[in-house]
């Protein structure tokens, strides 16, 4: 069974701190996405990446970096928490193709800054 | 740049209602579309594609056809079952880019 595995369902952090969401899929895809879902914007894409080590800026990358040294693995940093960072957080995979193919989301990580 | 736009919720339906959620994107070139449900606590999972003009994707009685000529990928179901419950969203992917741009989402109420 494919897998997008978030490390934390649920995380609580205070404003200023670092913050660190990690992703792993089991599927060997070439690119992995962070995306934040709020309600009424629908999914916004903060990074993404296409292969090990590269990454492309997404829609809102302000106050937001990746990290992906692995293939298997994406990590989403938040260099300074702020409250208007308070959001669901979707990672998702999906094979390198024509555009054409499926993405596999994880769980989420709803993360709240107080 | 690309945009998806779909009707706003939410929408409370009956069961075995006639189910339409509106999906019109704008993009260059010629994206593959795609339907993604919601379901309460969970991530996204495909429900549905389709990769060129005139082609219709189908997956559990819901139903879509890509519409090049109005821009449209119209989500629809003959009869909703209370289990259709969830938030769908549309979406788009552009060839060569790889990247997905999504709606802002429907939330379906199904109610017995």
């Known amino acids: 069974d494919v897998k997008v595995t978030q490390s934390s369902r649920y995380l609580v952090k205070r404003t200023g701190e670092k913050v660190f969401l990690e992703c792993v899929q089991d599927m060997d895809h070439e690119n992995m996405f962070w995306y934040r879902q709020d309600p009424g914007l629908g999914l916004r894409l903060i990074y993404f990446?296409?292969?090990?080590?590269?990454?492309e800026k997404g829609d809102i990358p302000e106050g937001y970096s990746v990290s992906r040294e692995k293939k298997e693995r994406f990590s989403l940093i938040l260099e300074s928490a702020s409250t208007n960072q308070t959001s669901m957080y979707l990672c998702?995979?999906?094979?390198?193709?024509?555009?054409?193919?499926?993405?596999?989301f994880g769980q989420g990580t709803r993360l709240t800054v107080v | 740049g690309n945009s998806v736009t779909q009707m706003e919720g939410p929408v409370t339906l009956s069961e075995e209602a006639f189910l339409t959620i509106n999906c019109t994107y704008t993009?260059?070139?010629?994206?593959?579309l795609f339907w993604y449900v919601q379901y309460p606590g969970e991530g996204l999972q495909l429900l549905l594609k389709?990769?060129?003009?005139?082609d219709k994707g189908s997956n559990k009685g819901f139903e879509a056809t890509y519409r090049k000529e109005t821009t449209s990928f119209h989500l629809e179901k003959g009869s909703v079952q209370v289990s259709d419950s969830a938030v769908y969203f549309c979406a788009l992917s552009d060839r060569g880019y790889q990247k997905v741009t999504f709606g802002t989402g429907t939330k379906l109420q199904v109610i017995p």
């Open positions: 389709a990769t060129k003009a005139d």
């Open positions: 993009a260059t070139g010629y994206p593959s």
């Open positions: 998702a995979s999906s094979l390198s193709g024509q555009g054409n193919t499926e993405a596999f």
């Open positions: 990446s296409y292969d090990v080590k590269m990454k």
